[in-house]
């Protein structure tokens, strides 16, 4: 184990203790083949389940993994083959029994930040699906709220914006400018600081670096 892995391992440490006082389950994978299993682990045979849009788990072979599986019934919004077909599917995905997705950015004390385009995301991680399931890179580790913000404004946005083939400020120039432009991803900002249902939320922090 490098050093590397070894401060990820004793950082994700810190940050599992601080979910459980706000009730959220953490776990911490070293690889990301160890975190694909354990977050496949909870779709459970005879379950719906959906996913928002995320690197990571496409990184880790998670959205694979869900979409090879034929004992679960999944909503998926690439399979849809009209606008309203993926509405449909969108909304459908709000009252699955598990919802998988990343989060922007973590803090040590257990806070998840996210900012969403269209807020499918954000809303099924608020309320809808009975569980949820969040697998995290240990690049997205911030000290705080503030910098958790920074992080998604200027890491992770515009990279996406370039993979969306997004007409903003930030896919030409790469950097953030707080803009109003239509096609803006930044538009719903949540904090998530705790579970009002207890272990309803799962956090998987993984030893590597994962997503934007």
Same mark, same amino acid.
């Given at each position: 184990m490098t050093i /590397?892995?070894?401060y990820y391992? $004793?950082v994700?440490?810190?940050i599992?203790?601080n979910l459980?006082?706000?009730?959220i389950?953490?776990?911490?994978? #070293? +690889? /990301?083949?160890?975190?694909c299993e354990?977050? &496949?682990?909870?779709?459970k045979?005879? +379950? ?7 690197m990571? &788990?496409?990184e880790?072979? *998670? ?8 004992? *679960?019934t999944l909503y998926?919004r690439? $399979?849809?083959k009209? #606008?309203?077909?993926? /509405?449909?599917?969108?909304?459908d995905a ?8 990343? $989060?922007n950015a973590? +803090? ?10 269209n807020g499918?995301r954000?809303?099924?991680?608020i309320?809808?699906p009975?569980q949820?399931v969040?697998?995290a890179g240990?690049n997205?580790?911030? #000290?705080d709220?503030?910098?958790g *913000? ?5 890491s992770a946005t515009p #990279?996406?914006?370039?993979?969306l083939?997004?007409?903003?400020? =930030?896919?030409? +120039?790469?950097?953030?400018a707080? =803009?109003?432009?239509?096609? =803006?991803i930044c538009?719903?900002?949540?904090v998530t600081?705790r579970?009002?249902?207890p ?10 670096d994962l997503?934007?």
């Amino acid at each position: 184990m490098t050093i /590397k892995q070894q401060y990820y391992e $004793t950082v994700a440490k810190t940050i599992i203790k601080n979910l459980a006082s706000r009730q959220i389950e953490g776990f911490f994978c #070293p +690889t /990301k083949e160890e975190a694909c299993e354990k977050a &496949l682990s909870f779709a459970k045979e005879g +379950t719906s389940v959906s996913f928002g849009g995320s690197m990571t &788990l496409e990184e880790t072979g *998670i959205l694979s993994g869900l979409r090879s599986l034929n004992t *679960i019934t999944l909503y998926d919004r690439s $399979t849809g083959k009209s #606008p309203e077909e993926v /509405k449909k599917i969108m909304h459908d995905a709000l009252s699955a029994d598990t919802y998988y997705m990343s $989060t922007n950015a973590i +803090t040590v004390k257990g806070e998840l930040i996210n900012i969403d385009g269209n807020g499918n995301r954000v809303a099924a991680l608020i309320y809808g699906p009975e569980q949820v399931v969040i697998v995290a890179g240990m690049n997205k580790v911030v #000290p705080d709220i503030e910098d958790g *913000i920074r992080r998604v404004r200027n890491s992770a946005t515009p #990279p996406n914006c370039i993979r969306l083939n997004k007409n903003t400020p =930030c896919a030409a +120039t790469g950097v953030c400018a707080h =803009c109003l432009s239509p096609d =803006c991803i930044c538009n719903q900002i949540v904090v998530t600081r705790r579970s009002g249902n207890p272990d309803r939320i799962k956090v998987i922090l993984v030893g590597e670096d994962l997503g934007y």
